[in-house]
């Protein structure tokens, strides 16, 4: 294992949970379950939270490695065979939040293929918009100065690796991305700021509950480590999440804030 997949052993923060579902923010390096690629991991978001609940866990969905944010799951395997139709048939509206190197535009559409696991070219479309952008008084390549870009980015497909390599593909990649991004960048927040995970994080899920039709949205706070970049480099975006329609219930949700909004 490398620097750049560190792996957390941790309680998982739970950000959602009703009968049905439940929803996690994962941190970075935490896998969702095991893979062929890494079939000897144990340490996974699917066994972490059915030991913390006690309950089996059906992910509805799926994050890379190094990606953190909300991660949703099902109870049983009829609400999650809903789920999973819904983001098949492109009615879950996800959001991320990434930090990319150069000033990008004010708002894009990346429509490029991304290659599947049996090397077929697959359609892909991202759309993103530029939240703010940073420029450093830091020394790289023959410039006398860096340029940042924090982005929001809603994906319309769910490709693998598909909003990395889309942002790799304009020339802005990912902060932190090991293939896609850039090395030297990667090696420079290394060097300076003792930081290596990639800078993406699944923001916010917006769907139909699968069971009974309410209005959710479910929205995950920064990692540490990304509010920790976000305040070195000098960004002012929003860190903390605005959770309408509060509920507390720490029986339900060991004493989480659960979110649930249109109801």
Known sequence: MNLF?????????????DEQLIAINKPHGL????TNMAAGETITAVRLLRNQT???VFPAHRLDRKTAGVLLFSFDKFTNSLLQQQFMNHQVEKTY????RGFTDDTGTIDYPVAAKNGKLKEAV??????????????????NTSRYSMVEIKPVSGRIHQIRKHFAHILHPIIGDR???CNKQNRLFLERWNHYSM??????????????????EITAAYQQNFSRIIEIMGFTVQTTVPFPGKIQNPELAGGSTISQAGK
């Open 5 to 17: 997949e560190k792996i957390p052993v941790q309680t998982l923060e739970i950000i959602y949970r």
């Open 54 to 56: 006690g309950a089996w």
């Open 97 to 100: 939040h990434a930090i990319v």
């Open 179 to 181: 293939p896609h991004g």
């Open 31 to 34: 896998l969702v379950h095991t």
């Open 199 to 216: 800078l993406l994080h699944a923001r916010c899920l917006r769907f139909g509950h699968p069971v009974n039709e309410s209005k959710l």
């Open 126 to 143: 991202t759309h993103y918009k530029t939240l703010q952008r940073i420029e450093l008084p830091l020394p790289f390549g023959k410039f």
